[in-house]
């Protein structure tokens, strides 16, 4: 992409471009590039003795020099569950909004790394060589969703991460489509814009109809109700309390990820449990199965 008298800005999807998984996009002017989310994808049956599939950045290892910051757009495994990995081979800032760093943070600690991770807030602009990136608030199925609103020296590109319209969402945070459409009246160059499930007729349920199903599921069961979710889904994990709450259910965490975020979360006021709402294992044991939920990866 050029225009007259400009260097070309290069679009790099190095995964997730044509498919579920691994996303991550490099932006290029110059000698600048920045990478916008990190993420991997998990193995099928086609991948017999596979973990985790990672993009593959080579075209990063051969100009390591050029990459100058990493932005995350939210805490979702495909889209932050290989930065350990990128940042054993090379170092560089990481940028995100609270929750994210949280679930980053975690997987760092577990890998042993040490990294420059950056809080920032919706509305937040930051300079990196000829680009400034500006963050967005985005409806999800995780707090802290972001989008990217990127200046370039030949235009704006609007990066979305995964984001829904959804107008009663779980957590109160909604997508700006305010400030979508100041970008639009000034002008874009380029949309690259969550498409999953876009080719499929109608509008994506709200997080509320998950919350109902769950509580109506919780509520009406004779004995434990087993929830299983990826452990990077806070929302998920408060709405299965909620429910246990208000149907005199304990809750059982298992799985190191799963009470590793859980634990996180608690901290840093993204998840709300009671004091006595999580069992130990004995307490499991000894705990009636009608009185008893467990959530696990």
Not at 32 to 55: C, K, N, R, Y
């Amino acid at each position: 992409m050029t225009s007259k008298g400009t260097l070309p800005l290069r679009v790099i999807p190095l995964g997730g471009l044509g498919e579920i998984g691994r996303n991550m996009m490099v932006y290029e002017y110059g000698d600048t590039m920045i990478a916008v989310d990190v993420g991997l994808m998990f193995p099928d049956t086609e991948h017999p003795g596979v973990d985790l599939i990672i993009p593959d950045w080579q075209y990063i290892l051969d100009h390591k020099e050029r990459l100058r910051a990493v932005f995350l757009t939210h805490g979702h495994e495909d889209h932050i569950g290989a930065v350990p990995f990128l940042l054993r081979d090379v170092t560089v800032p990481v940028f995100c909004l609270k929750l994210t760093r949280g679930l980053v943070q975690v997987k760092l600690k577990e890998h042993r790394i040490d990294a420059e991770v950056t809080v920032v807030e919706p509305g937040d602009a930051i300079e990196v060589g000829p680009f400034t990136v500006e963050f967005f608030s985005v409806s999800h199925s995780i707090p802290d969703s972001a989008g990217l609103i990127i200046e370039t020296p030949v235009g704006t590109v609007v990066h979305t991460g995964d984001f829904k319209i959804d107008h009663t969402p779980v957590g109160g945070q909604h997508t700006d489509l305010g400030r979508l459409a100041a970008v639009g009246e000034e002008g874009a160059l380029l949309l690259c814009a969550d498409s999953t499930y876009a080719e499929i007729e109608g509008y994506t349920p709200s997080e509320q109809v998950v919350a109902e199903t769950l509580d109506r599921i919780i509520g009406d069961a004779e004995g434990r109700v087993i929830v299983t979710t990826f452990a990077s889904l806070i929302s998920r994990v408060q709405m299965v309390v909620d429910a246990a709450e208000k149907h005199g259910r304990r809750v059982f965490v298992t799985g190191r990820s799963m009470m590793n975020n859980v634990n996180m979360a608690r901290d840093l006021g993204y998840l709300r449990v009671p004091g006595n709402m999580l069992m130990t294992p004995n307490q499991m044991k000894d705990h009636p199965d009608a009185k008893t939920v467990i959530v696990c990866t």
